[in-house]
């Protein structure tokens, strides 16, 4: 077998020509029912043919060719290579550009007729932003192969790279001067940063410190000037600096919205840039602008297929899967593990699990005692997340550490008298923990503290693993490629107790370890060893005491693994395997199974209940029907008739109130370490059914369990595993896929664990992505991403944000002053890919609450978050409106393209990416940014009711109050189709024939 750190090796290969490209787009275009004239381009590159004849364009991913003098463009790259920036060569024959083909950026030339692209870059780094030297031997481009943003040089003819800068700060955007002996480029430099101008072989000098966010240089042709984008707090523009006296001079008007890429030239004062979705040609000192028009037409399939069925009325006994944080005492006989919200003990050779705790309290993440006579945990019943001790011999528990905000991954310290834990701060599992450690002997009467911070906060950590001698705590954590982008890969991070020494090691560079929860490093109690998984297998290597690696690393699994944890002896290994708990021996690798007997039920009301609404909004009609009785037998609504006194059954009285159909959170990521209370808050808010494109899949499984079961109230869950993400990732959550079989096992793993969707992540290559599409609409499940094209081209369902996260730097759906083009609009709408634009994430819930403070002061949103929680967001969002005076009027941009997405009829749901934004009421600031958009109250809740459902795939039994759908229902004061506020009052929410008060949903049990 290959030793996996020496295992780099490209996603797909790249073996198309351009007679075969044409013929498969004209066959795609007999059997595709729907062609898109694209006649904008949002956030598009151009550069200018050395002939003046033609233009290369990078729409949408592809590389276009078109006259100059404008008209059809045609393409010369494929969809799926996320190809972007061209630079055409001197001679006019080839252009040059990036492209993310093999799950990297790397630099690429083609034909300007089309043909085989050339790969000229490789590697694991990310090259981007080539330009050619003037005499056709050199590209220059913008690599991260330095530990951040470097200028390299690459020469064609040997394919030697040379390193131009090696800055501490961020260096790219470099284009060489037309005498070919200087290249300019940007810098982020954090003592002078600007446009520089280097003489390979001397030193850089700063021509231009403009103030603001710079990008995309371009030297005027007899060399005088440097042309580049500037975005600063109200403007995109394009600005001019003369090399002679450093005199920098704005060339575009406010209104106009310059993408940030080079300008090309049509002569000594003419050139050609992208603004506002068009190419520009403009002289300079004039006003007068000349938009060259062209259309790009684009294919879009327009196919179906049988999606997941669900069954809401199943009783039958169903085996638990939310199996959060198995581990195995230290003399190898008992499993401890959290489950339906309590912890559990299965003793090997049975399959009976012993529940340990009991109660809408939520108890998690047990972790041994090296004695195994104790086990430390989580556990809310307090309040929030506190660490808790129970003792096994007495049952007592006792709390351990309390804090104010909430603590997870407890695990001890190997003589048993320390306690390691993390404290987080608000956005939980999506932000920063410190890490502590707690006196398990402590007293009052000891002068010494009982609890010690070991380390300044880390940006999503696994739990802590200890050295065999204590001295040394090893966790994963994310080392970044560069300070330009976030995204890295997971390593080894060894702390050292004074936070001076500490050190990545990984036992497979360049490779990222699985998700930064409970998947290691574990390092052996006798401090050999550390195990961890890796492209969802099990591996372990030898380590010197303080964690340093030896020697070669060893697969133990071959299938699925999760959560691994050593017996005492250091000779086995406990992990998950997708739904079955197994253990693995190191002597001979022999691997047994514990069987185990769990099940949960759903949850089903019986008896019949009169709900007498005043108003009814049914979610389908734009009007209310008054004074009718709806009629719920169990957990489905029977029928809607005429109010008539009398009526067997529970009566609900909303004759003076309006009843809506329960709403759906479109996106949201949650963790267990918010408790139980998440599940009141999102009912108490009106919310009945949560799709989280995104989380461990055992947490989520967990909370689904048990909310559908009763053990805590809660709404529907719709959930998939971790973000599916390529050979970089950023959050703890994302997995890094880096092989077809790893792929497989993940897939295989969707269906067994009954995801509900499938959410791909940033910087997931298009063919690997088309590939996941292909296998999810086989097993019914829908795909949502970030990419809309060309992940529209191969049925990928949604897409989620209408900015968000790019790997680009930029985003294809929005520009920097959050307006998106005719291309956007009308791939989205005709593609009927439904988008969850999350305004309130970006933008929205700061503009509603500065604006107007009191939706602060509603009921549910101060039951659940304290005064301090307060303050900081809104200090957060007054400083980020200060710092950028635009913000506003730039969210007023971003509303008018959800307008143009509803008018054009596109599909789009409410969702916010809470906890980024308050889980709950975001939700509710979302329906109001849509109302402030232009939308009715009517489409808005619409958004929320039952398109969410069509887009979950469960229309058939929600989002609308008709007979014969479950009964999920919240009653409001007010009038919601007229003041969609009013849909923040709510009285009492119906979830699956239950109803709950919402006196009872504000109130801690």
């Known amino acids: 077998m290959r030793h996996i750190y020496s295992f780099i090796f490209p996603i797909i290969a790249i073996s198309f020509c351009l007679p075969s490209f044409l013929k498969s787009t004209a066959q795609a275009g007999s059997i595709d029912s729907l062609r898109v004239t694209v006649t904008e381009g949002t956030n598009m590159a151009a550069d200018l043919s050395p002939d003046k004849k033609s233009i290369a364009i990078d729409l949408q991913g592809t590389i276009w060719v078109l006259p100059t003098s404008g008209g059809t463009a045609r393409p010369v790259t494929d969809p799926l290579g996320d190809c972007r920036q061209p630079s055409w060569s001197p001679d006019g024959k080839q252009i040059a550009f990036h492209a993310f083909w093999d799950g990297?950026?790397?630099?690429?030339?083609?034909?300007?007729?089309?043909?085989?692209?050339?790969?000229?870059?490789?590697?694991?780094?990310?090259?981007?932003?080539?330009?050619?030297?003037?005499?056709?031997?050199?590209?220059?481009?913008?690599?991260?192969?330095?530990?951040?943003?470097?200028?390299?040089?690459?020469?064609?003819?040997?394919?030697?790279?040379?390193?131009?800068?090696?800055?501490?700060?961020?260096?790219?955007?470099?284009?060489?001067?037309?005498?070919?002996?200087?290249?300019?480029?940007?810098?982020?430099?954090?003592?002078?940063?600007?446009i520089y101008v280097i003489n390979p072989g001397q030193p850089e000098k700063l021509v231009s410190s403009t103030k603001g966010k710079l990008v995309g240089p371009a030297w005027q042709p007899d060399g005088s000037h440097l042309f580049y984008n500037v975005l600063n707090n109200s403007q995109s523009g394009l600005e001019v600096v003369s090399l002679a006296d450093g005199k920098a001079q704005m060339l575009t008007e406010a209104s106009e919205d310059v993408f940030p890429f080079r300008a090309s030239w049509f002569s000594s004062d003419e050139y050609l840039y992208t603004s506002s979705g068009s190419l520009k040609r403009r002289k300079i000192g004039s006003s007068i602008v000349h938009i060259i028009p062209f259309q790009a037409l684009i294919n879009l399939p327009k196919t179906t297929y049988k999606r997941k069925t669900y069954d809401f009325d199943n009783r039958k006994p169903q085996p638990v899967l939310g199996i959060k944080g198995p581990t195995i005492s230290p003399d190898g006989k008992q499993i401890a593990f959290a489950a339906l919200g309590d912890l559990w003990l299965l003793a090997k050779g049975t399959k009976k699990p012993e529940r340990l705790t009991q109660g809408q309290s939520m108890e998690l993440e047990p972790s041994w005692s090296p004695d195994g006579t104790k086990l430390a945990y989580t556990s809310d019943r307090n309040g929030n997340m506190d660490v808790w001790i129970r003792d096994l011999k007495t049952?007592?528990?006792?709390?351990?550490?309390?804090?104010?905000?909430?603590?997870?991954?407890?695990?001890?310290?190997?003589?048993?008298?320390?306690?390691?834990?993390?404290?987080?701060?608000?956005?939980?599992?999506?932000?920063?923990?410190?890490?502590?450690?707690?006196?398990?002997?402590?007293?009052?009467?000891?002068?010494?503290?009982?609890?010690?911070?070991?380390?300044?906060?880390?940006?999503?950590?696994?739990?802590?693993?200890?050295?065999?001698?204590?001295?040394?705590?090893?966790?994963?954590?994310?080392?970044?490629?560069?300070?330009?982008?976030?995204?890295?890969?997971?390593?080894?991070?060894?702390?050292?107790?004074?936070?001076?020494?500490?050190?990545?090691?990984?036992?497979?560079?360049?490779?990222s370890l699985a998700t930064r929860s409970q998947n290691g490093p574990v390092w052996s109690p006798d401090g050999t060893k550390m195990a961890y998984v890796l492209d969802g297998l099990l591996w372990i290597t030898d380590v010197q005491p303080d964690g340093t690696i030896t020697g070669k690393p060893r697969q133990l699994t071959t299938e699925q693994t999760d959560t691994p944890t050593w017996t005492g002896d250091s000779k086995s290994l406990l992990f998950l395997a997708t739904d079955l708990l197994?253990?693995?021996?190191?002597?001979?690798?022999?691997?047994?199974?514990?069987?185990?007997?769990?099940?949960?039920?759903?949850?089903?009301?019986?008896?019949?209940?009169?709900?007498?609404?005043?108003?009814?909004?049914?979610?389908?009609?734009?009007?209310?029907?008054?004074?009718?009785?709806?009629?719920?037998?169990?957990?489905?609504?029977?029928?809607?008739?005429?109010?008539?006194?009398?009526?067997?059954?529970?009566?609900?009285?909303a004759s003076t109130k309006t009843v809506i159909p329960g709403l759906f959170e479109m996106h949201t990521h949650q963790h267990s370490m918010v408790g139980e209370k998440i599940g009141r808050l999102w009912l108490s808010f009106g919310i009945t059914s949560i799709r989280e494109p995104g989380a461990d899949p055992y947490d989520a499984l967990e909370r689904k369990e048990s909310w559908a079961s009763g053990v805590r109230p809660g709404p529907r869950q719709f959930f998939t595993g971790g973000l599916t993400d390529g050979t970089r990732i950023y959050y703890g959550a994302a997995t890094s896929i880096n092989s077809d079989e790893q792929l497989d096992r993940e897939l295989n793993r969707s269906v067994r664990l009954g995801y509900d969707l499938i959410k791909t992540y940033v910087r997931m290559p298009d063919a690997m992505q088309q590939r996941?599409?292909?296998?999810?609409?086989?097993?019914?499940?829908?795909?949502?991403?970030?990419?809309?094209?060309?992940?529209?081209?191969?049925?990928?369902?949604?897409?989620?944000?209408?900015?968000?996260?790019?790997?680009?730097?930029?985003?294809?759906?929005?520009?920097?002053?959050?307006?998106?083009?005719?291309?956007?609009?009308?791939?989205?709408?005709k593609s009927g890919m439904n988008i969850t634009p999350t305004a309130s994430l970006q933008g929205g819930f700061s503009v509603l609450t500065i604006k107007d403070?009191?939706?602060?002061?509603?009921?549910?949103?101060?039951?659940?978050?304290?005064?301090?929680?307060?303050?900081?967001?809104?200090?957060?969002?007054?400083?980020?409106?200060?710092?950028?005076?635009?913000?506003?009027?730039?969210?007023?941009?971003?509303q008018k393209g959800i307008k143009a997405l509803v008018d054009a009829g596109a599909h789009v749901t409410t969702g916010t990416d809470s906890p980024f934004v308050p889980y709950g009421m975001s939700l509710h600031t979302e329906l109001q940014v849509f109302v402030n958009a232009g939308l009715t109250p009517y489409q808005a809740l619409r958004s929320a009711t039952l398109w969410a459902a069509e887009t979950v795939g469960v229309s058939k039994d929600l989002g609308s109050i008709e007979p014969g759908k479950l009964a999920d229902l919240v009653i409001v004061n007010g009038d919601p189709l007229t003041n969609v506020r009013d849909a923040l009052n709510v009285e009492q929410v119906i979830k699956n024939g239950e109803v709950l008060p919402i006196e009872r949903l504000l109130t801690r049990p």
């Open 104 to 194: 990297r950026y790397h630099i690429w030339s083609v034909s300007k007729e089309g043909g085989r692209p050339k790969q000229l870059t490789t590697g694991i780094y990310d090259d981007r932003e080539p330009h050619w030297s003037p005499d056709g031997k050199q590209l220059v481009f913008a690599s991260d192969r330095g530990g951040n943003y470097d200028i390299w040089q690459l020469n064609l003819a040997d394919g030697k790279l040379t390193q131009l800068t090696n800055d501490s700060g961020n260096d790219f955007s470099p284009a060489f001067s037309p005498d070919g002996k200087q290249i300019a480029f940007v810098s982020d430099r954090t003592n002078a940063p600007g």
């Open 395 to 511: 049952g007592q528990d006792r709390v351990l550490v309390d804090m104010a905000d909430d603590l997870h991954f407890p695990s001890w310290s190997p003589d048993g008298s320390k306690v390691a834990f993390y404290q987080s701060d608000p956005r939980n599992a999506w932000g920063r923990s410190t890490l502590y450690t707690a006196d398990v002997t402590y007293t009052a009467d000891v002068n010494v503290p009982k609890t010690k911070k070991l380390h300044e906060s880390v940006f999503v950590p696994s739990q802590a693993s200890w050295s065999a001698d204590g001295k040394t705590i090893a966790i994963s954590a994310l080392h970044p490629y560069s300070s330009r982008y976030r995204e890295g890969v997971s390593e080894v991070l060894l702390l050292s107790f004074d936070g001076k020494n500490d050190r990545y090691v990984s036992p497979a560079p360049g490779h």
């Open 582 to 653: 197994k253990q693995v021996y190191l002597a001979d690798g022999h691997i047994e199974t514990h069987p185990m007997d769990l099940t949960w039920q759903i949850n089903q009301p019986t008896g019949q209940v009169v709900v007498h609404a005043g108003r009814l909004f049914d979610g389908k009609a734009n009007t209310y029907r008054t004074n009718v009785d709806i009629l719920i037998e169990g957990h489905r609504i029977k029928s809607i008739v005429p109010h008539q006194a009398g009526r067997p059954g529970t009566l609900v009285d």
């Open 772 to 829: 996941i599409t292909a296998f999810a609409h086989a097993h019914g499940m829908p795909v949502s991403s970030h990419e809309i094209f060309p992940a529209m081209r191969y049925d990928v369902d949604a897409v989620e944000h209408i900015g968000g996260t790019s790997r680009r730097g930029y985003s294809p759906k929005i520009t920097a002053m959050n307006r998106s083009y005719q291309d956007v609009i009308q791939l989205l709408a």
């Open 853 to 894: 403070p009191s939706l602060l002061e509603n009921r549910q949103y101060k039951a659940f978050y304290s005064e301090e929680f307060t303050n900081a967001l809104q200090a957060g969002s007054a400083q980020y409106a200060k710092i950028s005076p635009g913000y506003l009027s730039n969210f007023g941009n971003l």
